[in-house]
């Protein structure tokens, strides 16, 4: 898979930790199906919910920016989640779309 | 990850370095994968996955592991010669995909910083400029001037290397005229036809913006053929 565009999520990454933020980085690092964003798509996030980027198409976003605030709350390192087809009991949200993808947050440290 | 290691692969994609981030997603340790440098201890026992991914230029979670990869390639280079109102426009939209670009000129007034901020500029005649660019079948010339004298030297060393994409601005008349000086200085038919001329899908826009545009979908279209 060829990196075919260039976001400068990492580098933007970079200035929000030298300007104070706390930064998590969230990485798109399985699919199935047909997910809207590759393997290997970024999103940050900061401690204000403030967020550039992105891991799907609008799906899961705000439960991705929930949960990094609560990585960065706590202080954990990181976190493994995965969402599947649109699913009540186990999601607020899903992938309309059908596919299925895992996202792992890291904070940057 | 840590802010050592974020710094470190900024400082590699700048340089245009190949490598990889290999994470550990039980336990959260990264470590940036080089192709001629010690794998890190914790990561020793995946090594031949990791090449393997490496090489294959793909991304992805090693195969019952926890090891995830996440690969940098050397972007695509494209070489655009002429400074001109388009070459601002082209430049607004190929500076997010992931590309190498220069842009040649060697008049001064049209290549400037102002103009053209943070870009690398090469304010140079094109054999002089093509002397400082390493070039090869996997970079594509977009040639904007429509003046022989810039646009010609370029094309044929275009042609020369085999670039994977030349496209070249110009009405049709233009372009014939341009196709039968070329044949004149020895290039084969086909190899002439190789060029897009006029440049760019014809997506009916005749405004810089346009123009723009639709030679940057061809050149995306191209790309993806590599």
């Not at chain 1, 009540?88 to 996202?103: D, M, P, R, S």
């Not at chain 2, 190929?94 to 670009?101: G, M, S």
Request: glycine share 6%; net charge neutral.
């Amino acid at each position: 898979m060829k990196n075919t565009s260039d976001e400068k999520i990492l580098e933007e990454a970079n200035l929000w930790i030298n300007a104070n933020h706390k930064v998590a980085l969230v990485t798109v690092i399985k699919t199935w199906g047909s997910s809207p964003r590759q393997v290997g798509s970024k999103m940050i996030v900061n401690e204000k919910g403030e967020f550039l980027g992105s891991i799907s198409g609008g799906c899961v976003e705000s439960s991705i920016i929930e949960e990094s605030l609560k990585l960065l709350k706590d202080n954990k390192l990181f976190k493994k989640i995965e969402f599947k087809v649109t699913n009540q009991n186990a999601w607020e949200v899903g992938l309309a779309c059908g596919g299925e993808i895992t996202i792992y947050l890291e904070q940057i440290n | 990850m840590k802010k050592q290691i974020l710094e470190n692969i900024i400082s590699k994609k700048n340089n245009k370095e190949e490598f990889a981030i290999v994470t550990n997603i039980s336990n959260g340790e990264n470590f940036i994968f080089e192709k001629n440098k010690i794998i890190d201890k914790n990561f020793e026992k995946y090594s031949d996955e990791i090449k393997n991914y490496f090489n294959n230029k793909q991304n992805g979670i090693i195969e019952n592991t926890d090891i995830f990869i996440d690969t940098y390639f050397r972007p695509i280079k494209v070489i655009v010669v002429g400074a001109v109102h388009i070459t601002q426009f082209l430049l607004d939209y190929i500076k997010n995909l992931n590309f190498e670009i220069f842009i040649i000129d060697p008049r001064d007034y049209f290549a400037s910083e102002k103009r053209f901020p943070n870009m690398n500029i090469i304010n140079k005649w094109p054999i002089e400029a093509f002397e400082e660019i390493k070039t090869d079948s996997s970079t594509a010339l977009i040639a904007l001037t429509h003046d022989p004298k810039i646009d010609d030297p370029a094309l044929k060393h275009a042609l020369k290397n085999k670039f994977f994409y030349i496209g070249a601005l110009g009405s049709k008349k233009t372009h014939l005229n341009r196709c039968q000086r070329l044949k004149e200085a020895g290039f084969k038919e086909e190899e002439v036809n190789s060029i897009h001329g006029p440049i760019g899908i014809n997506l009916g826009g005749k405004s810089s913006p346009e123009i723009a545009l639709s030679i940057t979908a061809q050149l995306v279209l191209e790309s993806h053929k590599l």
